[in-house]
């Protein structure tokens, strides 16, 4: 069975650009959560999404938002993009909106010029 | 915020030897989670601890959940090279969100 997949693997972009990293969770995985991890330190919570449902928001700006599609996969969107923002941004399914067990894709990589 | 303490912050052994890191919280955590993470990949689930002084083992890793409720810890036997990498701690401090410690980074030496 596939795992978590997030596409694409590297992006770079400038800032003040506008970016959208995609999503898909694990089959049968009705919940999506999306982590920010910069190098050196653990990921960040950014959202959670169950349902289609915003479920969880992290400490991040509102140039951050995120949406879950029928089919469950989800995006994240960035606007306005700073060089603080490059990061490699991580993707976690889980079964449903009550199970504390994330499983993560291999992150997309953004580098912010 | 709520912050998860990992120690060490790295540690350097050598092949064979046995490893034990642990994983502090201000507060009570219901649950806990131990991930490992090689470079340039997404954190990989080893093991899920969710009663306090549980005892799970996953091939030679085995991982407590403390007794206090705000700590645990986890234990590689016998290290390989491929143990190689850095382990997070992680839990629910609320909701279904998760906090991450800053990890502890291994590197075995042949």
């Known amino acids: 069975d596939a795992g978590v997949t997030q596409s694409p693997t590297h992006l770079i972009k400038t800032r003040g650009q506008h970016v959208t990293l995609r999503c898909s969770p694990i089959?049968?995985?009705?919940?999506v959560s999306w982590y920010q991890q910069v190098l050196g330190q653990g990921p960040q919570f950014i959202f959670q999404y169950y349902e289609k449902e915003e479920r969880g928001r992290g400490n991040f700006p509102d140039r951050f938002s995120a949406r879950q599609f029928p089919n469950y996969s989800s995006e994240l969107n960035v606007n306005a993009l700073l060089l603080g923002d490059s990061a490699l941004y991580l993707c976690a399914s889980s079964l449903d909106g009550q199970s504390y067990e994330q499983y993560f894709g291999p992150g997309t990589r953004l580098t912010v010029t | 915020g709520q912050q998860l303490n990992q120690s060490p912050q790295s540690m350097f052994i050598q092949e064979g030897e046995d490893v034990s890191m642990n994983c502090t919280s201000s507060s009570i955590f219901n649950t806990w989670l131990w991930y490992k993470q090689d470079p340039g990949e997404g954190p990989v689930l080893l093991i899920a601890?969710?009663?306090?002084?549980e005892l799970t083992s996953n091939g030679r890793l085995t991982a407590q959940f403390g007794t206090t409720r705000k700590d645990s810890f986890l234990n590689i036997s016998a290290s390989i090279p491929s143990d190689v990498g850095i382990y997070f701690c992680?839990?629910?401090?609320?909701?279904?969100?998760?906090?991450f410690g800053q990890g502890t980074e291994l590197s075995v030496k042949p």
């Open positions: 601890l969710y009663k306090a002084g």
């Open positions: 992680a839990g629910p401090p609320d909701g279904r969100k998760l906090i």
């Open positions: 089959s049968g995985h009705k919940s």
